[in-house]
Structures are given as structure tokens and as C-alpha cells.
């Protein structure tokens, strides 16, 4: 399985991006999907999850009401629709792809519970 992210870039405080995550050699509909971010010198964290299937989503205190994160089975891939960024946003974004959870609707927020991984693409927020 092969997790291949897009969409970072400089923008502005106040701008919004949207990134992409295309998921390649697996079954999309398979998967807990999220997406972390490591600004440089901390540790990875969460900043948002959807369940198997879309039944279910949550995010990070942080970027509550700002972020957006969604599915599309039909294309293999999950978006991070950024909205409202502000310089604390910066940071490398990771998309994350797990193939178990304890139930259909759960939310996986710790990085030892996904099992691939994306490259990582650069969102730097400039104020």
C-alpha cells in the first residue's frame, strides 16, 4: 500500500488549502484514515480522522470548525480542507492509512495504530 500526498504550499494567515491523499494498491473502503502533522522539533500529532467507510470523523481541538477531512472511495483518496490557517499550522502534514480499529466507527489518533504512511507535504502559513 502506497500513500501519496499533494497540495501544501505558502499561504497567507486567514488562506486555505486542500491537500490530498491518494491511497494506491489496497482497497480504499478497507481503511481508518487520518492525517498528522510534525512541526519541526516537536512530535507527530493528530489533527484529523474519518472512520471505515465515512461513518464517522473527528479532529484535533486545534483545528476544530477550521478543518474539513472527507473520502472519496470512487478516487481512492482522502482531502485535509484547510480553512482559516493561521502560522501554527505550519508544519509537515502526513497522511496515515490503517488496516484495524476496534470497531467500524473508530477514530485512530495515535501514530502506533496506522500501519502506512505518506512521504509528507509542507504547509507553511506565513502571517
Known amino acids: 500500500v502506497q500513500l501519496v500526498e499533494s497540495g501544501g504550499g505558502l499561504v497567507q494567515a486567514g488562506g486555505s488549502l486542500r491537500l490530498s491523499c491518494a491511497v494506491f494498491?489496497?482497497?480504499?473502503?478497507?481503511?481508518?484514515l487520518g492525517w498528522f502533522r510534525q512541526a519541526p522539533g516537536n512530535e507527530r500529532v493528530f489533527v484529523a480522522g474519518?472512520?471505515?467507510?465515512?461513518?464517522?470523523?473527528d479532529y484535533a481541538d486545534s483545528v476544530k470548525g477550521r478543518f474539513t477531512i472527507s473520502g472519496d472511495t470512487a478516487k481512492n483518496t482522502v482531502y485535509l480542507q484547510m480553512n482559516s490557517l493561521k502560522p501554527e499550522d505550519t508544519a509537515v502534514y502526513y497522511c496515515?492509512?490503517?488496516?484495524?480499529?476496534?470497531?467500524?466507527?473508530?477514530?485512530?489518533?495515535?501514530?502506533?495504530?496506522?500501519?502506512?504512511w505518506g512521504q509528507g507535504t509542507q504547509v507553511t502559513v506565513s502571517s
Open positions: 496515515a492509512a490503517a488496516e484495524q480499529a476496534l470497531f467500524h466507527s473508530t477514530i485512530l489518533k495515535k501514530t502506533v495504530e496506522y500501519d502506512y
Open positions: 494498491g489496497g482497497t480504499f473502503s478497507r481503511y481508518w
Open positions: 474519518i472512520a471505515r467507510r465515512d461513518v464517522n470523523s
